[in-house]
């Protein structure tokens, strides 16, 4: 039978194909032969295997197709006149001589949601009598055809991949999409938008337009066009503003071309038949047009993830048609309307992720249509409203804001609310019982708040909870697990940073079966949850910062199985941990524990993090990490590792920190660090390594902290590390470096260079005059733009051990304003150059302790920023400068042991250093030495300088109006009185200023009295 069929398609293909040679241009087909062409076209493709009922099924020779499912023929003529095969779970491909192009008399194709997998034919543009073309959600690739062009009857195309909005192609992958893509070319676009005249609907989505200009190709678009779609086409430039002048458009779609600019006319309101506008995931800026309000057949409005910017217009809420209004990720700011007029059809308002504020009206918690409400990551104040009767709403979030007050129990009417979301506020009480009563909850996330008191036990009936966060907040009572062992559902559960006393009842045993990630940071646990036994599929396990003490369970090993990819044990007591079993681990966290002996065998080959500081471990650093090909962050700091640091670290092109300081590592820096690799932290800092400095540092392009301090590292100034552009942060103090600093082998060397360290070596020669001059990032930095940033990255923050006022202090984070220079403790000789005062965002500059002479630099005096400054310990000579009093932040200064002359100078800061500051510095004199400067002054400052200091004193400063007080009530008393009169925040220095001026009015009283009492 089946060979009987196979030779009846075969002879059909025969005379259709002798009967297309005959006649190639023969107008019509008999209706048997238009049969037989739908028939074998049908046969020429196949069905996917899930495929339920396909409208092909109904397709039976020996019935007319002018009754099969999808085909429609005129009455008259019965020439097929429309075919719709969507969604028929169909796939192959439509070559050009397929007999569908025998159907020349079509009017309506519809071919969407298949998987048909190849070129679009240009035969398509044979269909004269086309007026509905829809290739829409295939697979269809390369260039579309110019042909294409040539339907000028068409009234609709659609050769997008989004195909009608909320279907999806069942035929296929959607993965493929990035594969398989339309290529658009500018000259078929411009014969498209100039030849088909009659079009209404044009949707295009995520074919590849990146070739056409939009700001100019758009501008001959059909004055008829309702639909314009063409959203995910890569477009890019400006987009022409004319399309929104289009009379009778009511669906424009250009969202996510990411590089689409442009913004809204103030005279969008004119387009009254605009129905759906969606330019989410553009680059429009812009204020939003307060016409928008006039737009009253509007449905559908989404402008998210833009930069609108400006006053969010009460107009748009005043729409009476709109059901979803999404503006999230803008930058709009402005309080909502207190008064509402329109919404009341309102299914989704999205807002979150702008800049509004304002408190919440009362509206928002009244509309009872309402079925998505985001507001999170705003500046929203007050308190939250109560809640009607809701039970549409299935998303509630409120998170990110500076809401307070308390939760309210009418929360409880949102009957069918799965997803709330209230984190990150300043909420306070309790946390409400009546929680409970929204049982279809899946997701309760109440984070990071100021809530107080016990969890309400109720909160166990929320059985299809399977995300629970109640984590950062003040509850302190004593929590039992087991009221949670009904949540079967559970997946995510975290209650860590709270004051909590977490009870964990090991002779008790429940499951939960579904977790997947468990974080009870800072619950003050001691000793692990035996309930974690059969947590087979977890992935995360965080229990940092607890009590946990000892060896780490055998039964441990088995938690997770090949699951788990994050365990953060950290800042607990355990002293062993035997194996790290898990394969599929991406994080490792045993930071401050007491681990000891041998680091534990590890098995993770897809580890990316590693952190194992400030514990006792011992041994050489396992070879076993050389297997961990991904590893991007490894810390192993503050600990006991010897032996040689592993050359796979050095080899890695994915290592971006390795962190291996204060251990005792010996042997020689690896010399073969590879090109193209990651590196973006390097620091060997107080170990015994030695030689010389491996070249191929050079290699790491991406280098931005390097600190070699405290080894035995030998050789020359490696000036090769010049050509590192992204290099901050250079230390290499305390090493065996030597020689002369000479001229940089590069033109620009260190540009962003901010923290440079080279003391305690045996450098010589004149300070490196051409390294100063292009030190850039030293001389310019904007406080107000990166003062609160920080270097490092999300895993990992840089930290360093740096000389700050005289003391090392470990930084524990690096802010990138902070920069100093340190060359102390060598034997620099000649004169500091003047151009050191162009670095005027240093905060530190230490020389301390080598062989400089000739005069300290006026231009000193415009490092503003400077901190302290340490130049004791050298052959210096000539005037301290007067300018350096001009500094405003200079809190220590060290000028001892030097040669230098002459008056020091008074006033601000100077007034505020003692005589350490200048000793063994036998030509100077004044305030604060008892050496006077001439034989008629007395040992105190001149008058004259009480009167400049008053002219100098700050509007709100604690002057000497206020200590005059003591004149006649007595100098204590005066000196409070003056404190508690001005006491606002007052630099460093002017509390020191006034403990001076009481010193000096004590030392001006005493002489009065003294010379009082000898003219008597």
């Known amino acids: ?135 829409s959600l295939n697979c269809f690739y390369g260039e579309i055809p110019y042909e294409i062009s040539q339907l000028s009857s068409l009234v609709s195309l659609d050769l997008s991949y989004k195909g009608d909005r909320g279907s999806y192609n069942r035929g296929h992958d959607p993965d493929r999409r990035s594969q398989l893509r339309l290529l658009i070319k500018t000259p078929v676009w411009k014969r ?92 429009f800026t812009g204020a939003i047009p307060t016409s928008l309000g006039n737009l009253t057949q509007m449905i559908y409005l989404v402008l998210s993830y833009n930069n609108f910017n400006g006053l969010l217009p009460s107009s748009i809420f005043d ?3 709109i059901s979803v209004l999404d503006l999230e990720n803008n930058q709009l700011v402005g309080p909502l309307p207190n008064h509402l007029s329109g919404l009341n059809l309102l299914i989704n308002l999205s807002l979150g992720s702008n800049f509004l504020n304002g408190t919440l009206p009362s509206w928002l918690f009244s509309l009872t249509s309402l079925v998505r409400l985001t507001l999170d990551h705003n500046q929203f104040i007050g308190e939250i409203g109560e809640f009607k009767y809701n039970n549409s709403l299935d998303h509630l979030d409120l998170s990110y804001n500076m809401l307070q007050g308390s939760i309210p129990s009418s929360i409880s009417r949102l009957v069918n609310l799965p997803t709330l979301d209230l984190s990150s506020n300043n909420l306070q009480g309790s946390i409400p019982s009546s929680i409970s009563r929204l049982v279809n909850l899946t997701t309760l996330d109440l984070s990071s708040n100021n809530l107080q008191g016990s969890v309400p036990s109720s909160i166990s009936r929320l059985v299809n909870l399977s995300y629970l966060s109640l984590s950062s907040n003040n509850l302190s009572i004593m929590l039992d697990l087991k009221m949670f062992s009904n949540l079967n559902n559970l997946n995510v559960f975290n209650f860590s940073y709270n004051n909590l006393l977490v009870s964990i009842n090991n002779n008790l045993t429940f499951t939960l079966p579904n977790l997947i990630r468990l974080y009870l940071s800072s619950c003050n646990i001691s000793e692990f949850p035996i309930f974690l036994k059969v947590a087979t599929n977890l992935i995360d396990l965080d229990l940092s910062n607890n009590k946990i003490h000892g060896q780490t369970p055998k039964w441990l090993e088995a938690v997770g199985g090949n699951s788990l990819t994050y365990l953060d044990l950290s800042h607990n007591f355990l002293t062993s941990i035997d194996k790290i079993p898990w394969k599929n681990l991406y994080f490792v966290d045993l930071r401050n524990n007491l681990l000891q002996g041998p680091f534990p065998t590890l098995n993770a080959l897809n580890l990316r993090y590693l952190f194992a500081s400030n514990n006792n471990l011992t041994g050489e650093i396992p070879s076993l990490i050389c297997n961990a090909s991904y590893l991007d962050v490894i810390d192993l700091s503050h600990n006991n590792f010897r032996g040689t640091i592993p050359k796979c670290l050095v080899h890695s092109n994915l290592l971006s920190v390795l962190d291996l300081r204060k251990n005792s590592l010996n042997g020689t820096i690896p010399a073969t660090f590879s090109r193209g690799n990651r590196l973006r932290n390097i620091n060997l800092d107080g170990n015994q390594l030695e030689g010389p400095l ?57 540009p962003n260079l901010r923290i440079l360290d080279i003391s305690n070596n045996e ?23 990166v003062g609160l940033k920080y270097m490092g990255d999300f895993y990992y923050h840089d930290s360093l051990n740096v000389m700050i006022k005289g003391s090392y202090i470990e930084l524990e984070r690096i802010q990138t304003i902070f920069t100093t220079i340190d060359f102390s403790n060598n034997r620099f ?8 005062g162009r670095l005027k965002s240093l905060k530190g500059l230490n020389f301390s302790h080598n062989n400089l002479s000739g005069s300290i630099p006026s231009s000193f005096g415009n490092l503003t920023n400077l901190e302290w400054l340490d130049l004791s310990f050298n052959k210096l000579s000539g005037e301290i400068p007067k300018q350096l009093a001009d500094l405003p932040w200079l809190e220590v200064l060290k000028l001892s042991h030097n040669q230098l002359i002459g008056h020091i100078p008074l006033g601000k800061q100077f007034n505020t250093f003692n005589n350490d500051s200048y000793t063994e510095n036998s030509g100077l004199c004044g305030f604060p030495l008892s050496r006077t400067c001439n034989n008629h002054e007395s040992k105190q400052p001149p008058p004259s300088t009480l009167q400049q200091e008053d002219n100098l004193e700050p509007k709100n400063g604690f002057g000497w109006q206020a200590v005059l007080i003591g004149y006649g009530f007595g100098v204590i008393f005066g000196t409070l009185m003056g404190y508690l009169m001005f006491k606002i925040g007052k630099p460093k220095w002017i509390v020191r200023m006034v403990k001076l001026e009481q010193h000096i009015l004590l030392r001006r009283l005493k002489n009065s009295a003294r010379r009082s009492g000898g003219r008597k």
């Open 829 to 836: 000789i000649g004169e500091m150059p003047q151009i050191i």
């Open 192 to 283: 498209v938008i100039g030849n088909l005249t009659q079009l209404r609907e044009l949707l295009l989505d995520f074919t590849d337009m990146s070739s056409i200009t939009p700001n100019s190709s758009m501008m001959n678009l059909s004055s008829s066009l309702t639909t314009l779609s063409l959203s995910r086409c890569n477009l890019q430039g400006t987009f022409e503003i004319n399309v929104f002048r289009l009379p009778y458009l009511q669906t424009l779609d250009l969202g996510y071309n990411s590089n689409l600019e442009g913004s809204l006319p103030k005279s969008i309101g004119s387009l009254k038949s605009l129905e759906y506008l969606d330019l989410s995931g553009c680059n």
């Open 319 to 321: 729409l009476p048609n």
């Open 1 to 135: 039978m089946g060979k009987c069929l196979s030779w009846k398609y075969f002879s059909l293909l025969l005379s259709l194909l002798f009967f297309h040679s005959q006649f190639p241009f023969s107008s019509s087909l008999s209706s048997n032969s238009q049969c037989s062409a739908l028939l074998h076209f049908n046969h020429s493709l196949s069905l996917h295997s899930y495929a339920s009922y396909p409208k092909t099924g109904s397709w039976k020779e020996d019935k007319d197709c002018c009754t099969w499912d999808g085909v429609v023929c005129d009455n008259s003529t019965r020439h097929v006149i429309a075919l719709d095969l969507s969604y028929s779970w169909l796939y192959g491909s439509i070559p050009s001589n397929s007999t569908l192009f025998l159907l020349r008399h079509l009017r309506s194709l519809n071919l969407a949601g298949n998987d048909f997998q190849s070129i679009i034919s240009p035969e398509f543009g044979n269909f004269q009598s086309l007026t509905h073309l829809n290739l």
């Open 694 to 750: 491996p070249q191929s540092l050079e290699n790491c392009t991406n280098l931005e902290v390097l600190d070699l301090g405290n080894n035995k590292i030998n050789g020359t100034f490696p000036y090769w590390l010049g050509s590192i552009q992204k290099l901050r942060v250079l230390a290499i103090r305390s090493n065996k470096f030597q020689g002369h600093i000479g001229n940089p082998k590069v033109e620009f060397p260190f």
């Open 763 to 785: 450098f010589n020669g004149p300070l490196p005059i051409k390294y100063f001059k292009y030190l850039e990032a030293m001389m310019n930095v904007d406080e107000g733009e």
